[in-house]
């Protein structure tokens, strides 16, 4: 398994922060793996609701379909994805904290290296890539929305 996990302080409400990286719409604003989400993705998704995701992830293009598996307003939400037309898929959490200055947001994905040589080439290359489009991820929803939260 392979962890990949962002943080960052994010100057906003908790209650804002978890409802605008829960809403799949807002995805593509943000996260730039994210090219387009269909669905239900006009509102904070509850347990068990679902939605396709097209991605571009380390260069490989690709759906997923996302479920909600845990929620837990505003603290925790949890999403378990599984790719379409491939036996990959992963989990991404998001945890946030209440700090002084608004919300410490953690974003962690966590997907399986099913064999040796999987492994390898995640070691070599994609693991990175995917380390740099989360950090840019997070860099991009703070600026959104610290800069919504400003207005």
Do not use: C
């Not at 002084?100 to 290296?113: L, N, W």
């Amino acid at each position: 398994m392979t962890r990949i996990t962002s943080s960052i302080s994010i100057n906003a409400p908790i209650e804002t922060v978890f409802d605008y990286v829960t809403t799949p719409g807002h995805w593509p604003e943000w996260h730039p793996s994210s090219v387009s989400v269909t669905g239900a993705t006009n509102h904070s998704l509850a347990v068990g609701e679902q939605v396709e995701e097209a991605f571009l992830v380390a260069g490989r293009r690709g759906r997923v379909i996302w479920t909600v598996t845990e929620r837990n307003a505003p603290r925790r939400w949890v999403i378990n994805g599984k790719i379409l037309d491939s036996p990959g898929g992963g989990v991404i959490t998001y945890a946030l904290t209440p700090t002084a200055d608004g919300v410490a947001f953690d974003r962690e994905f966590v997907y399986p290296t099913p064999n040796l040589l999987y492994a390898l080439i995640d070691f070599v290359y994609i693991r990175s890539r995917i380390r740099a489009e989360s950090a840019q991820a997070v860099q991009q929803l703070k600026r959104i929305l610290e800069k919504t939260s400003d207005n």
